[in-house]
């Protein structure tokens, strides 16, 4: 299948129009028209070899929401027309323990990412979502309520999920007391489903003139991390941190936050080692864990609950010329929430 979008050819090239071919459908396949794709800071790690070697040409793009343009003869999940969408990975064994819970994600052999991965074929390169279309197996997608904004949506099949997944996991519900590291593109998130938990939400950011934003989404607290000794306040108040910068952080400062026997768990992957202190784990029995996406019927549950509550992301949405410019802005903290490509364009 002819298909039209934009890759980096090199590491750290800027992204540039590109064209490439996509497999035909199988039996279980189904093609998506795509409509919107999301940039993501993982995009950016990866078109930029942050995460070590990577696969290039490299189409990034892995939050897509599209229509169904045709499906394969076995099909059932999906006719043409649905609003669908597809996230961070495409394939797993399916025959694991985590992928036989639903945690595909966690796959023991290792998820199939939506691009800059390998398919199970062994010798095809993904290719993500910043095209004008797609192919995927039924079981790896899922549908969008029509009530939420298609735009608004894409993020929300790796930003959105990437927050609700741990909140969930972690037990969050009224009376929670959560901190949120970063208001990016996963952070906001975090913070509208948070609240929607009926959590107590304290946001940590370096962007001091994110506050009424922070508060418009529902935040009850917002703590700017440029003033020495911010975390004072909060000591043992926590039960849940969850750190989604992009970037290396003194990450001791924020341990010390943690109420007895609670977590910080670490989403934001700048690639680069975190020097951990014993002692500010070991006086209140504190744990540090890692969370990765979510799930495929997470990923459904994530947006049936979001049309429950209506929440979808706050973005910028832009034309695929704008990519270079919007990856420079999302490094500089400068995006308010999530940059959106009109897949329309490409
Ligand atoms: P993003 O939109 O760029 O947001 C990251 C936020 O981190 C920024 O808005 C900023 O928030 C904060 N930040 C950035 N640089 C900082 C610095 N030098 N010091 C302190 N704070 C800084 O990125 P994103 O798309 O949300 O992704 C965040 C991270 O999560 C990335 O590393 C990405 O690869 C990773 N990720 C992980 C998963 C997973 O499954 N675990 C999934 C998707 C993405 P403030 O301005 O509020 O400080
Ligand atoms: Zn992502
Ligand atoms: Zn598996």
Redesign the pocket.
């Known amino acids: 299948m002819k298909t039209r979008g934009y890759a980096a050819l090199t590491p750290k090239a800027p992204l540039a129009p590109y064209e490439f071919e996509r497999r035909e459908l199988r039996s279980g396949d189904v093609a998506i028209e795509i409509l919107y794709a999301g940039i993501?800071?993982?995009d950016?790690?990866q078109a930029r070899e942050e995460w070590g070697a990577a696969k290039f040409p490299m189409v990034p793009g892995h939050e897509i929401a599209g229509r169904v343009s045709a499906i394969g003869s076995s099909v059932t999940k999906f006719a043409v027309g649905d609003l669908i969408g597809v996230g961070?990975y495409v394939d797993s064994c399916r025959k694991c323990d985590a992928c036989k819970s639903g945690l595909g994600?966690y796959c023991a052999e290792g998820m199939t990412g939506t691009y800059n991965a390998i398919e199970r074929d062994g010798t095809t390169v993904t290719m993500g979502g910043y095209s004008n279309n797609f192919v995927v197996d039924q079981d790896y997608a899922v549908t969008i309520p029509d009530s939420l904004d298609l735009a608004a949506t894409a993020p929300l099949m790796?930003?959105g999920i990437?927050l609700y997944s741990p909140l969930k996991h972690w037990n969050v519900g009224p009376g929670s007391k959560v901190g949120i590291?970063?208001?990016?593109?996963?952070?906001h998130m975090g913070v509208k489903y948070a609240v929607a938990m009926g959590a107590e939400v304290t946001?940590?950011?370096?962007?001091p003139n994110?506050e009424s934003d922070a508060k418009a989404m529902g935040a009850h607290n917002f703590v700017a991390?440029n003033i020495e000794n911010f975390n004072a306040p909060y000591s043992n108040h926590f039960d849940l941190i969850l750190n989604?910068?992009?970037?290396?952080?003194d990450i001791n400062q924020y341990l010390s936050m943690l109420s007895l026997d609670s977590t910080l768990v670490?989403?934001?992957?700048?690639g680069k080692p975190y020097p951990i202190q014993a002692g500010a784990l070991l006086g209140q029995r504190r744990s540090i864990s890692?969370?990765?996406?979510g799930g495929t019927a997470e990923l459904q549950e994530m947006l049936e609950f979001s049309a429950k509550h209506n929440i979808v992301s706050e973005i910028e949405v832009i034309n695929p010329d704008y990519i270079n410019t919007a990856y420079e802005r999302?490094?500089a903290?400068d995006?308010k929430?999530?940059f959106v490509i009109d897949a329309a364009k490409f």
């Open positions: 993501c800071h993982s950016i790690h961070v994600q790796c930003a990437t590291i970063g208001l990016g593109g996963l952070g946001v940590f950011s370096h962007s994110k991390t989604t910068v992009a970037a290396e952080i670490f989403i934001g992957l700048s890692g969370s990765m996406i999302a490094i903290s995006v929430y999530r």
